[in-house]
């Protein structure tokens, strides 16, 4: 019997699984839930939501992509908790709508390093998820950039507000690019705020102006309208 390996690392250490969405941002945006006050996991293939009476334990918030217990966290929670602080900014920022943020404003120290760990946390998620459904990928260079808290070369991120209330990811949409090379588009959504997480070594069609490009440092970062 093969082993099961953690993508990232590769290691056979007790595997756990990623949530596809960040546990706090699901308590942020959502509240409490329980079994008395339960929230509903729906598909674009399916009319009728399915019962969530916990973000932390429900499998279907979870990606099915092997990852070892220290990659979850140890390894990437710093990821983790740069998104946190950046989110936790654009919500208390939500009314005021700005179209540009200084990074400065947001984290303390450092900031440039703070927005390379908020790309490697979109990283991690489209890892999984790529993993997960079995997609012909590169995968070993997310693992990588995971692995020496590097941000990607090739994946860009245009964050903004929208004008509706979401809360989910959408599918992954493919390109085929000049020379075959493949790109993929796909969003993160908790409430208003929305994140559009692109990969390619080209112009994606019908994505949004980068925030986030890691080829340039900026402490000042565009923040987009959506629809």
């Known amino acids: 019997m093969t082993d099961i390996l953690c ?7 007790p595997l756990s699984k990623e949530h596809l969405i960040k546990h706090s941002d699901l308590k942020t945006t959502l509240g409490l839930i329980s079994q008395q006050a339960p929230k509903y996991f ?13 973000f932390k334990r429900s499998e279907l918030l979870r990606s ?7 990659c979850n966290n140890d390894r990437t929670q710093k990821y983790d908790r740069s998104w946190q602080r950046l989110h936790s900014y654009l919500l208390i920022h939500q009314a005021k709508t700005p179209k540009v ?4 404003e947001v984290f303390s120290e450092e900031p440039l ?18 993993v997960s459904n079995s997609i012909h990928f590169p995968i070993h260079e997310l693992a990588e950039a995971l692995l020496h808290d590097k941000a990607h070369p090739n994946i860009y991120l245009s964050i903004g507000y929208s004008q509706i209330d979401l809360v989910g990811i959408s599918p992954l949409i493919n390109y085929t690019m000049p020379n ?16 559009q997480i ?7 069609p019908n994505t949004k102006e980068a925030s986030y490009d890691p ?5 000042q970062i565009s923040i987009q309208q959506f629809p």
């Not at 099915?64 to 220290?70: D, G, H, I, V």
């Open 7 to 13: 993508w990232i690392c590769g290691e056979t250490a």
């Open 42 to 54: 729906h598909t674009l293939n399916e009319e009728e939501g399915k019962k969530i009476s916990s």
């Open 64 to 70: 099915e992509a092997p990852m070892c217990n220290k």
């Open 101 to 104: 943020i200084d990074l400065n």
């Open 113 to 130: 390093l703070h927005m390379d760990r908020v790309q490697l946390y979109f990283a991690k998620i489209f890892g999984c998820r790529l």
């Open 180 to 195: 075959n090379n493949e790109s993929f588009v796909w969003m993160y959504s908790i409430g208003h705020i929305q994140v």
């Open 198 to 204: 692109g990969y390619s070594k080209f112009h994606i």
């Open 215 to 219: 080829s340039k440092k900026v402490f």
